[in-house]
C-alpha cells in the first residue's frame, strides 16, 4: 500500500506565495520515482504542473516557469512545489502523483489552491 498526502495548500492573494508539500508513505521506493504536480481548475482537465525525475532532472509547464519551483527530499519521502507570484488563474486543487519502476502510476487525493484578487 503507497499512500501520497499533499498538504500546504490555502487561500492567498494575488501575488502571494505557498509551499505544498506530498508525503509518499508505504512500500515505494522514492528515489527511484518519478514525481509529478498536476493541478485541476473548476470545469478543466487535469494539468501536469511540474516534474522532477529521480535524477534531478526538473520540467515546468510554461504557464509557471519561472513562479514555481519543484524540489524532493528522497531522505525524507518528500515533494515540494514552491509557488511564487501566485495569480487567480493558479486557482486549483493541486495532486500529486508517483510514476514508479513496474508500479501503476500513484495519486494523492489533493489539496485546494485558491488565489484571490
Known amino acids: 500500500q503507497v499512500q501520497l498526502v499533499e498538504s500546504g495548500g490555502g487561500s492567498v492573494q494575488a501575488g502571494g506565495s505557498l509551499e505544498l508539500s506530498c508525503l509518499a508513505s508505504?512500500?515505494?521506493?522514492?528515489?527511484?520515482?518519478?514525481m509529478h504536480w498536476f493541478r485541476q481548475a473548476p470545469g478543466k482537465e487535469r494539468e501536469l504542473v511540474s516534474s522532477i525525475s529521480s535524477d534531478g532532472t526538473i520540467t515546468y509547464a510554461d504557464s509557471v516557469k519561472g513562479r514555481f519551483a519543484i524540489s524532493r527530499d528522497n531522505a525524507k519521502n518528500t515533494l515540494n512545489l514552491q509557488m511564487n507570484s501566485l495569480k487567480t488563474e493558479d486557482t486549483a486543487v493541486y495532486y500529486c502523483?508517483?510514476?514508479?519502476?513496474?508500479?501503476?502510476?500513484?495519486w494523492g487525493r489533493g489539496t485546494q489552491v485558491t488565489v484571490s484578487s
Open positions: 508505504g512500500y515505494i521506493f522514492f528515489s527511484t520515482c518519478k
Open positions: 502523483a508517483a510514476d514508479c519502476p513496474y508500479r501503476p502510476r500513484y
